[in-house]
């Protein structure tokens, strides 16, 4: 069984890599939009795996894609490294807020997160000398020149190094430690695991992530303006991804965005101004008929079916 699990991952990550040679141009651009989207739903889903809603994630992004931009047209650093930097930027500060704002939980935790990025978006723009203000900055060229293939490799990458740091959460000895803490964090305190360090390490590297993907995203697309990059549509969208697939998981938040992300596109084309009602409808029945999605629901039926198997 492992062996075919193997095969077909590599049978997927083959299929992924040749996709711009047996696709369009159209179809690359939205591939690129699903896996910006499948990397900000992982990251999401790996700070859940602690108990801790965080809101933060549009603020992240928007901090690292604002950094890359910021940092190549003040300095000229190249396009690859500036995304990099938005990256580190987003990880000292979401390291330093950490240390203040992971004394709280809950909805408190969440409401002050959900704050952060209305802050964030609030100083760019009313630092015009510096973020552009209102208006935004744009670069004086897109990365690769605009070439689709090499961009949308550039964000297969981006959200393969987001699944290999999902598959570290859940296989090392953090995926015990923030399990621990999402059941029961006395019980965690007690049996030894340091709670208030792996918070703000999760909280560090999600952040680090998000704020990756942003500044691949200002990169690929060329500009940051505040309502567009510290836009909610990066919170919530991702947040659906992750609720349909399932959460807790590698696979639910990667199944969730392409499947949502299909189905958005297809619902943009045939209901332009209603795509995102249906969003939210399809989240309402998921968690309604099942709570842990799509993924949670197969193996559940699963564990059904070989329970009665193994009771022939």
């Known amino acids: 069984m492992r062996h075919l699990r193997y095969v077909a991952l590599a049978a997927a990550l083959t299929a992924a890599i040749l996709f711009p040679f047996y696709s369009g141009l159209y179809l690359r651009q939205v591939a690129i939009i699903i896996l910006i989207y499948m990397g900000l739903a992982l990251s999401w889903d790996m700070l859940l795996r602690s108990g801790q809603l965080s809101f933060g994630i549009s603020g992240f992004f928007g901090l690292g894609a604002y950094a890359a931009v910021l940092l190549q047209l003040n300095t000229g650093t190249p396009p690859l490294v500036t995304i990099l930097f938005g990256g580190v930027v987003a990880f000292v500060v979401a390291f330093l807020l950490g240390i203040a704002v992971l ?22 723009k009313n630092l015009p000398s510096l973020t552009g203000g209102v208006a935004g900055k744009m670069l004086p060229s897109v990365v690769f020149g605009g070439d689709s293939v090499k961009t949308y490799w ?12 999902s598959e570290l959460f859940q296989r090392t000895r953090v995926f015990y430690a923030l399990t621990s803490i999402r059941d029961n964090e006395l019980v965690a305190k007690s049996s030894g695991v340091d709670v208030f360090r792996y918070l703000v390490l999760a909280f560090a590297v999600t952040s680090a992530l998000q704020g990756l993907i942003g500044g691949t995203y200002a990169q690929i697309y060329g500009f940051v303006a505040p309502e567009e990059t510290f836009s909610f549509t990066f919170l919530l969208l991702p947040m659906a991804m992750a609720l349909l697939g399932g959460v807790y998981s590698t696979e ?4 969730g965005a392409l499947l949502l992300g299909a189905l958005g596109e297809y619902l943009k084309l045939h209901l332009p101004y209603g795509h995102r009602l249906v969003y939210g409808v399809i989240v309402v029945i998921v968690m309604l008929g099942m709570p842990r999605g799509i993924v949670g629901a197969v193996r559940t039926l699963a564990w ?3 329970r009665k198997g193994g009771g022939r």
Request: no cysteine; charged share 5%.
């Open 103 to 124: 004394r709280l939980r809950g909805m408190y935790f969440a409401i002050v997160t959900l704050a952060l990025s209305t802050i964030f978006m609030v100083v760019a």
């Open 154 to 165: 550039l964000a297969l990458g981006v959200a393969l190094l987001t699944v290999l740091a």
């Open 252 to 255: 639910g938040p990667v199944l």
């Open 304 to 306: 059904r079916v070989g």
